[in-house]
């Protein structure tokens, strides 16, 4: 790859072709430029792709390839659910008065579905459910290193001496976090190490249990970049809250109600353009 601009996705793309899934990025990423600065052009831009690693080589989805709601809780996910929510992340949401209801999920610990309801309450219809199969696909690279450690060589990979911009959406955001305190994103210039910009965007690195697991500490750690974080207040993934880092630098944007997680919304936003032109 020789493109300037690098994009690493989030979960749930198995079903995309890697063509299909770059093409919609770039689309939004030309709206997002467009919208702030009519005149600009998106530089040469390509997205890492390595959503085949969570299928089998059958190609077709199963219980070990897509984890999703209906998927029985492992006793590792309870544990880490459980520490999410001593996180408090969220702070304003309070449980004590909710009764445990059916989500149409798998049967889940009592204080589990108590929260994933109070974060419907507080971000909207599903988001507990949405945020429950971003987690689980979280933990899966955060507990499964050989699955990581593809990943990590899929991304590494896919950038080049030209790679001046890196974009991380979801858990994206985690790989590229994690590669960059590995050092496996040895980009040079000249025959110099050089340290690419950095874009994040619907990061779940806000959740401190994340950070943890990580192995780099539980405070975020500086990368040593310029890096610009991008978050939705009503996206659950990122618990409506910034990322406080050494070098980070945080923008709020609004992607609407329908899906302010969504990868195409934050890049089509004037926010996402401005730093990419």
Same mark, same amino acid.
């Given at each position: 790859?020789?493109?300037?601009?690098?994009?690493?996705?989030?979960?749930?793309?198995?079903?995309?072709?890697?063509?299909?899934?770059?093409?919609?990025?770039?689309?939004?990423?030309?709206?997002?430029?467009?919208?702030?600065?009519?005149?600009?052009?998106?530089?040469?831009?390509? =997205?890492?792709?390595?959503? *085949?690693?969570? !299928? @089998?080589?059958?190609?077709? &989805?199963?219980?070990? %390839?897509?984890?999703? $709601?209906?998927?029985?809780?492992?006793?590792?996910?309870?544990?880490?659910?459980?520490?999410?929510?001593?996180?408090?992340?969220?702070?304003?949401?309070?449980?004590?008065?909710?009764?445990?209801? =059916?989500?149409?999920?798998? *049967?889940?610990? !009592? @204080?589990?579905?108590?929260? &994933?309801?109070?974060? %419907?309450?507080?971000? $909207?219809?599903?988001?507990?459910?949405?945020?429950?199969?971003?987690?689980?696909?979280?933990?899966?690279?955060?507990?499964?290193?050989?699955?990581?450690?593809?990943?990590?060589?899929?991304?590494?990979?896919?950038?080049?001496? *030209?790679?001046?911009?890196?974009?991380?959406?979801? &858990?994206?955001?985690?790989?590229?976090?994690?590669?960059?305190?590995?050092?496996?994103?040895?980009?040079?210039?000249?025959?110099?190490?050089?340290?690419?910009?950095?874009?994040?965007?619907?990061?779940?690195?806000?959740?401190?249990?994340?950070?943890?697991?990580?192995?780099?500490?539980?405070?975020?750690?500086?990368?040593?970049?310029?890096?610009?974080?991008?978050?939705?207040?009503?996206?659950?993934?990122?618990?409506?809250?910034?990322?406080?880092?050494?070098?980070?630098?945080?923008?709020?944007?609004?992607?609407?109600?329908?899906?302010?997680?969504?990868?195409?919304?934050?890049?089509?936003?004037?926010?996402?353009?401005?730093?990419?032109?």
């Amino acid at each position: 790859m020789t493109a300037e601009i690098l994009g690493i996705h989030g979960i749930g793309q198995q079903r995309k072709s890697p063509n299909s899934l770059q093409e919609s990025w770039k689309v939004a990423a030309q709206q997002g430029i467009s919208a702030s600065n009519e005149n600009a052009k998106l530089r040469s831009m390509e =997205v890492a792709y390595y959503a *085949a690693l969570f !299928r @089998k080589a059958t190609g077709r &989805l199963g219980r070990e %390839d897509e984890i999703d $709601g209906d998927t029985p809780l492992l006793p590792g996910e309870e544990r880490f659910l459980e520490e999410v929510l001593e996180d408090n992340l969220i702070s304003d949401m309070d449980i004590r008065d909710i009764q445990a209801q =059916v989500l149409g999920l798998v *049967a889940i610990p !009592r @204080k589990v579905s108590r929260f &994933l309801v109070a974060v %419907d309450r507080k971000f $909207g219809r599903n988001a507990g459910r949405y945020l429950l199969y971003i987690l689980r696909q979280v933990y899966r690279y955060l507990t499964d290193e050989n699955l990581s450690s593809a990943i990590r060589r899929k991304v590494a990979e896919s950038t080049s001496t *030209a790679t001046s911009v890196i974009l991380g959406h979801s &858990l994206g955001s985690v790989v590229l976090y994690d590669m960059l305190l590995r050092g496996d994103l040895s980009l040079e210039d000249g025959g110099s190490p050089k340290r690419p910009t950095i874009v994040t965007f619907g990061s779940p690195l806000a959740w401190p249990t994340v950070r943890r697991m990580l192995g780099h500490g539980s405070q975020i750690q500086d990368v040593d970049c310029e890096w610009s974080n991008i978050f939705d207040p009503l996206d659950a993934i990122t618990g409506g809250i910034a990322l406080t880092g050494p070098r980070t630098v945080n923008i709020s944007v609004e992607n609407g109600l329908r899906d302010p997680h969504a990868a195409v919304n934050y890049l089509r936003h004037p926010a996402v353009g401005k730093l990419l032109h």
